[in-house]
Structures are given as structure tokens and as C-alpha cells.
């Protein structure tokens, strides 16, 4: 997270009015950075960054390039896809977090920005499994449950809740014995 008191997001897509439009929707709660290209958008992220809206089909660097240009260089800050793309089974590859098809309004936007702003406190287990459960939210909508990708999705997901859950019961013991060595 950043150091300022808001944190920041980079808005990035080739359509400029669009990218000044989501600016101005987040500018009141975040920090906003824009970049309506690929490259631009690799030069700017670095580690304050705790959101990126990401367009997919851009021109010279498409959104699925920054992308894993971001998670190469270590960027490990919270991803929306915001595109016009319909979802394919093969998003099921692609680490990102989140995937909203445009258009987004104001609403939708802001709450997507705050829910992954919390996420950047997360466990990276739990970021796993939000980022994980998005993905198949997304594939559902779009109807593209009859892939061995999506179930494969849907195994690794499971195995990630059960994980959590395993976690949480640890922790739970382990407060609950803490509690008893208390009062003792």
C-alpha cells in the first residue's frame, strides 16, 4: 500500500476519455495515476500502486502483455480487467484478480476499487482464493462452464478454500487453548 493517505490506482486504457472519466470517478476516494498505453502503464507501476484497471485490447501492448509484464517485474498490486473482451477459458492463466466487463458505471467502479483495496490486506491465500473464485464467477456469467480448464478452476479453488478453512481451525484451536493456559 502506499505511503500517502489514499491509496493508488492506475486507471489504464487507450480510450483517453474513458481513462479520464474513471479518474474522476476515484479521484475523490484514491490516488489516481492514468496511462492510456501499454508502455506507459509498464513505466509507471512500481510497488505504491495498490490497484491497476487494466484494458485488455489496446494497441501495441495489449492488457494480457502489461499484465504479465506487472507480475514480472513484481507488481504485486490488485488487477481488474476492464474490457470489452467476453471471457474465455483461458483467463483461467492469467493473474489477475478481478474481471469486469465495460461498460463499468461509477458504482461498480468504486465498489470494485474499495473490494480490492481490502484484498491488499489479505493473506496471500486468501488473495488467491478471491482472485480464484473471480475467475469462475466471471466463466459462469459468460456461460463457459463446460471447459477442462473451468473445472480444473473449480478443483483448485476448493483446494484452496479447504486450505483457508484448515488455517482458520488451526488459529482457532490455538486461541482457544491460549484461552484455557489463561486461566489457569
Known amino acids: 500500500m502506499t505511503t500517502t493517505d489514499s491509496p493508488s490506482v492506475l486507471v489504464v486504457d487507450d480510450e483517453e476519455p474513458l481513462v479520464e472519466l474513471y479518474a474522476r470517478y476515484l479521484a475523490s476516494r484514491y490516488t489516481v495515476q492514468t496511462a492510456t498505453s501499454g508502455k506507459q502503464a509498464v513505466e509507471l507501476a512500481d510497488d505504491s500502486l495498490d490497484v491497476v484497471l487494466l484494458d485488455r485490447r489496446m494497441p501495441q501492448m495489449s492488457g494480457d502483455k502489461v499484465l504479465r509484464a506487472l507480475r514480472e517485474e ?13 471471457p474465455k477459458a483461458s483467463i483461467v492463466e492469467m493473474p489477475f484478480d478481478d474481471y469486469r466487463l465495460k461498460p463499468v458505471d461509477k458504482a461498480d467502479l468504486l465498489g470494485l476499487v474499495e473490494v480490492l483495496v481490502e484484498r491488499n490486506e489479505y493473506d496471500k491465500q486468501s488473495q488467491e482464493f478471491f482472485a480464484l473464485a473471480a475467475k469462475r464467477a466471471t466463466l459462469q456469467t459468460a456461460g ?10 473449480t ?5 484452496t478454500r479447504e486450505h483457508i478453512d484448515t488455517s482458520l481451525d488451526k488459529v482457532g484451536a490455538e486461541a482457544a487453548f491460549a484461552d484455557l493456559a489463561a486461566d489457569d
Open 74 to 86: 513484481g507488481v504485486t498490486a490488485q488487477v481488474a480487467m476492464l474490457t470489452a473482451v467476453e
Open 144 to 153: 463457459k462452464t463446460d471447459t477442462e480448464k473451468y473445472e480444473e478452476l
Open 155 to 159: 478443483e483448485q479453488l476448493e483446494e
